[in-house]
């Protein structure tokens, strides 16, 4: 297993949702500010890239971006709303080895009212069986939880197993990137249900091991999303991989580590110099510092998958315990 290097590309602050956890649609970009598509060209190949914003599908030259980067990735992601079916379904007809998640926030009352949508649902559940019936298999929902839809999670996760796609998760978070910091993170009411979402991933229905496996490791995740919704002191999580495992580019092309700190801490713009040049930079070494020195601790999977990578007997040993306990008919230790 080899540990890729991954970069998320924030190609608009535009958006069609406006989600009560984030408020990035109340600071939207405008099209001839957005960094053009060609200076994606720029990035090394070998790299695993999300395309997510706001709403990426609203960018006209989405195609574009695709075309560039579909070669030189090792795997090319989209994050969406679902709401623009048509272009979606094209992207995955023309790029079939992308992988696509497909953001909703619970069933249709609780996913409509968190997103501000009007039928925000019903285009995510149509785009989704929309992208079954093409070649790209890597398809599936994804669901940030929150003190409010946490009720939902478990049949969020039941649909998913009927449809036969993933379900990929987080949890809300407070930074400069969605424009928060009165985000609830810990959350009594969503513990125990919580719980129950991660004992049917370790007890998966999946069909075929390879797709258990998935939820297994999922579950692994969630273990520090727990911890964190119960509000446990820091140092249960691995460290934080930003500069060196994962970076983030925004809509007018600067480079930054991550999207959890409470400001942008910006390196260089990959408009200006070659991201060679900006990732050796001085101040890519400076910004690195204060990563390591980090207190937000966020619960991002793009960390936890890196370390998983590097120590994989460590989430091995937790999935068999914990599988062990739920057939004795013990609560899950998260420790």
């Given at each position: 297993m080899k540990n890729i290097v991954q970069g998320s590309l924030i190609t608009t602050f535009r958006c069609n949702a406006k989600c009560n956890m984030c408020n990035i649609w109340k600071h939207q970009t405008h099209p001839e500010e957005e960094i053009d598509a060609s200076f994606y060209e720029k990035l090394p190949a070998g790299l695993r890239i999300n395309i997510t914003g706001g709403e990426a599908t609203i960018r006209k030259d989405i195609d574009k971006i695709f075309e560039i980067l579909y070669s030189k990735a090792s795997l090319l992601e989209l994050s969406t709303n679902g709401y623009n079916t048509d272009t979606i379904v094209a992207l995955a007809n023309k790029y079939p080895n992308i992988l696509i998640r497909v953001s909703v926030e619970g069933l249709p009352q609780i996913n409509d009212n968190k997103r501000g949508t009007v039928n925000g649902?019903?285009?995510?559940?149509?785009?989704?069986?929309?992208?079954?019936?093409?070649?790209?298999?890597?398809?599936?929902?994804?669901?940030?939880?929150?003190?409010?839809?946490?009720?939902?999670?478990?049949?969020?996760?039941?649909?998913?197993v009927a449809l036969d796609v993933e379900l990929g998760n987080s949890t809300v978070h407070n930074s400069w990137y969605f424009h928060k910091d009165d985000n609830v993170i810990e959350s009594e009411g969503a513990l125990e249900q919580h719980e129950l979402f991660v004992k049917a991933m370790l007890t998966s229905k999946r069909r075929g091991f390879k797709n258990r496996l998935k939820d297994y490791g999922r579950a692994y995740f969630n273990r520090s999303i727990h911890r964190r919704l119960r509000g446990d002191e820091a140092g249960y999580r691995p460290a934080c991989g930003a500069l060196t495992d994962f970076f983030f580019i925004d809509p007018w092309g600067n480079v930054s580590p991550c999207n959890g700190?409470?400001?942008?801490?910006?390196i260089g713009n990959i408009k200006e110099d070659s991201f060679e040049n900006i990732m050796?930079?001085?101040?890519?070494?400076?910004?690195?510092?204060?990563?390591?020195?980090?207190?937000?601790?966020?619960?991002?999977?793009?960390?936890?998958?890196?370390?998983?990578?590097?120590?994989?007997?460590?989430?091995?040993?937790w999935v068999l315990k914990n599988k062990w306990r739920i057939s004795n008919g013990k609560n899950i230790c998260w420790k």
């Open positions: 649902f019903d285009h995510a559940l149509r785009t989704m069986l929309e992208l079954k019936k093409t070649k790209c298999k890597n398809i599936g929902f994804s669901v940030v939880i929150s003190p409010d839809n946490y009720k939902d999670l478990v049949h969020l996760y039941e649909l998913c700190s409470s400001e942008e801490w910006v050796a930079s001085d101040k890519a070494k400076e910004v690195l510092e204060k990563v390591k020195h980090c207190d937000h601790n966020c619960a991002f999977i793009v960390t936890e998958r890196h370390d998983m990578l590097r120590r994989p007997w460590i989430p091995i040993m």
